[in-house]
């Protein structure tokens, strides 16, 4: 083991504790330092141990602010048969923290950067502070305190999951006064932003063609309203072949899902910016407000190292199924595209995919045959709907969804198309029933 930026080595308790210890909590992924090795990672003689267990965690309650409770743990373990101390220090959530006795200045703010920690500059301290005191959204009173959670409780009831009457305690939508907080807000049947999916008719904004708002209501369906129009919007590139048809998309539908739902969850909303969805007749754009959270450098997000910066909305996103696993998004996007695709810029974040050409190879002269027309679309998806009804006669909604990246309203919509062209047909109630397949031939 080396020192690293998550690794300190101390021979002995000393005076610079406190300053590492600030490091690690300003810094986005915490850190550990060993008491009684060298630098080398060799164990060295401690004495009284447990003693100096005790004089650590007091230093580091009493010695630093903001609040550390909860940020640390101190275990004694052993190395080569001589004990050491470990101390587990998580990054902070109300940075910046600083050393009590030099206040939020550059002698008393630290940071973690490589195997060192330095001080802070006065614009980083400052930038740190401006976001803590606007970013925190559970502390930001709603605009509005007449809310209402009918489509949140539906998604939750969707996953089988119920909201009893202290749920806005439960997902942190109450301020500390017991006011409906910024979260509640985005999550309310109804508020005041918009989320703005535009259209252009050449690859530059000179010739705007389509301009719709998404928002004005709970950010998960908002979410999956973005996603159905995405729907129309991307072509599937198809070849009948045998055994099977052969499909390409435009835009691959995994990476524009992990991006959107990104952009949704990570966005600043507390300077009253929010993400807007750009099309262009070569590319589509999504950008998102707020930038790369401070300390969190290119690579390490590029790498899928996360910072959340609304926690908050995570969990709930996570709640109804649009976030499987935090911080597998970027990674899922880099499957499909190259890091090129992100753009960084000090206040906003872009993801830009390029259209994919139809590259499919037709046999006797035929052209290519893409599905650019609604009917063709309409088709492809029904059949990839169908074939997962086959495939699974209990299947829900929601899973279907999931499987494709359809939105719920999408799936919804051509399974109605399908019990009306007499190809499925439910049998049974909607819960413990299952699909029928009446075409297999279909």
């Known amino acids: 083991m080396r020192e690293s930026n998550r690794v300190e080595f101390k021979r002995e308790l000393n005076d610079k504790l406190e300053k590492e210890v600030v490091g690690f909590l300003n810094y986005h992924e915490g850190g550990v330092i060993y ?5 080398d990672y060799n164990p060295v003689e401690l004495f009284d141990v447990d003693s100096l267990q005790l004089k650590i965690a007091d230093r580091i309650k009493n010695n630093i602010l903001p609040s550390t409770l909860g940020l640390f743990d101190i275990v004694k373990e052993e190395l080569e048969g001589k004990p ?35 001080p802070m500059t006065t614009d980083n301290i400052d930038e740190l502070y401006s976001r803590r005191v606007r970013n925190s959204l559970k502390k930001i009173p709603s605009p509005r305190q007449d809310l209402t959670f009918n489509q949140l409780k539906i998604y939750y009831e969707e996953h089988k999951l119920k909201l009893n009457n ?6 942190n939508l109450l301020t500390e006064d017991g006011r409906y907080n910024y979260n509640a807000y985005l999550l309310a049947d109804e508020n005041n932003l918009p989320i703005r999916v535009v259209k252009y008719l050449g690859t ?7 301009n719709q708002d998404y928002g004005n209501r709970c950010l998960i369906t908002a979410t999956n309203r973005i996603l159905d129009k995405f729907e129309s919007e991307n072509k599937v590139f198809a070849k009948i072949g045998y055994p099977y048809r052969e499909e390409k998309q435009m835009i691959s539908r995994t ?15 507390s300077n009253g910016g929010t993400p807007i969805v750009e099309f262009y007749s070569d590319r589509v754009e999504i950008t998102s407000t707020g930038g790369l959270p401070l300390g969190l450098s290119q690579e390490e997000f590029l790498r899928g190292i996360t910072f959340p910066r609304n926690q908050d909305l995570i969990r709930v996103f996570k709640d109804v199924d649009l ?18 695709c992100f753009e960084f810029m000090e206040h906003f974040l872009r ?24 009917t063709e679309n309409d088709t492809v998806k029904e059949e990839v709907i169908l074939k997962l009804l086959q495939a699974d006669k209990k299947i829900s909604a929601n899973k279907i969804a999931k499987e494709t990246g359809y939105g719920i309203a999408t799936v919804k919509r051509y399974i109605t198309k399908l019990k009306d062209a007499k190809a499925i047909k439910r049998v049974g109630p909607d819960k413990g029933g299952y699909w029928e397949i009446i075409d297999d031939k279909k």
Request: glycine fraction near 6%; include cysteine; aromatic fraction near 10%.
């Open 35 to 39: 008491i009684g090795v060298d630098d």
């Open 166 to 171: 202290s749920f806005a305690q439960n997902l």
């Open 204 to 210: 530059t904004k000179k010739e705007l063609i389509e």
């Open 351 to 374: 993801v830009s995919f390029k259209y994919r050409e139809n590259t499919f190879e037709y046999d006797n002269d035929k052209k290519a045959h893409d599905t650019e027309n609604d």
């Open 84 to 118: 050491i101390i470990k101390v587990v220090i998580s990054s902070g959530t109300e940075k910046p923290y600083y050393i009590r006795s030099f206040g939020m200045s550059p002698t008393g703010c630290y940071i973690r950067i490589g195997s060192a920690t330095q």
């Open 255 to 269: 990476a524009f899902r992990e991006a959107l739902i990104n952009a949704v969850v990570h966005n600043d909303y």
């Open 323 to 340: 976030i499987e696993n935090i911080g597998s998004g970027v990674l899922r996007i880099l499957e499909e595209y190259d890091k090129t």
